[in-house]
């Protein structure tokens, strides 16, 4: 009696000011947190971009750094300035992703499942598109030419687009993760914190590769 009870009140209002939301599945309910700055997971998320920026911040400087010790020239060591062509269409690709993670947070905020799961699909797609040209084209090409232990300048190279693919997998992981959830249908207007927290990891993410993309592939054209 008690479940059915339960089952027929959509949201129960709580002293701490949650509510209780509908699965689907008779009897079953799942706490609805608040989402943006008022939940802790959200702020969570920010600490955690602040911390990464930071990071990022840091490797970038320290290219900078060893290109005026020991430049010019840079690229030493008669390396050839690298190629704009693939990190170019590598650019286009990443950020045709963050339109499709914002279509779908802006989705679910509406409501509308489909909206949610073609979005984080189609970002899915176009980020894992990423990945490929990275390891299976750009770096099997430019390991012909230098290594990350061949100099200052390849260390700094392929540990700056290393650090910067490896977000880029967490990404990805963190994508799965969240369509597994929304192809259960957990997440609707109120209930989907989930969704913004990848949604800003995600656009930071993309920000990030313009700086690596001035820094390791402009820069040394100029």
């Not at 190629?83 to 950020?95: A, D, Q, R, S």
């Not at 390891?135 to 200052?152: I, R, S």
């Amino acid at each position: 009696m008690a479940v059915t009870e339960a089952a027929a009140a959509p949201r129960v209002e709580h002293e701490d000011h949650e509510a209780m939301v509908e699965t689907g599945r008779p009897g079953e309910l799942l706490p609805a947190r608040y989402g943006g700055a008022r939940a802790f997971g959200w702020w969570g998320m920010v600490w955690l971009i602040a911390t990464e920026a930071t990071l990022f911040a840091l490797l970038i400087a320290s290219y900078f750094y060893l290109r005026f010790r020991f430049g010019p020239p840079w690229p030493p060591d008669g390396i050839e300035n690298p190629k704009l062509g693939l990190p170019l269409l590598m650019t286009v690709v990443l950020w045709s992703s963050s339109p499709c993670v914002h279509l779908a947070e802006r989705g679910i905020r509406a409501g509308s499942q489909r909206r949610l799961r073609l979005g984080l699909a189609a970002g899915w797609v176009l980020g894992a598109t990423f990945l490929v040209l990275t390891f299976a084209v750009e770096w099997p090409t430019t390991l012909k030419e230098f290594g990350p232990t061949t100099n200052a300048y390849g260390s700094m190279f392929f540990t700056i687009t290393g650090f910067h693919a490896a977000h880029v997998v967490v990404g990805l992981l963190m994508s799965a993760w969240v369509q597994v959830w929304a192809a259960r249908g957990l997440y609707d207007r109120e209930r989907h914190l989930s969704v913004e927290n990848f949604a800003m990891y995600w656009q930071f993410v993309d920000a990030v590769w313009a700086f690596v993309l001035l820094a390791v592939y402009v820069s040394p054209r100029l």
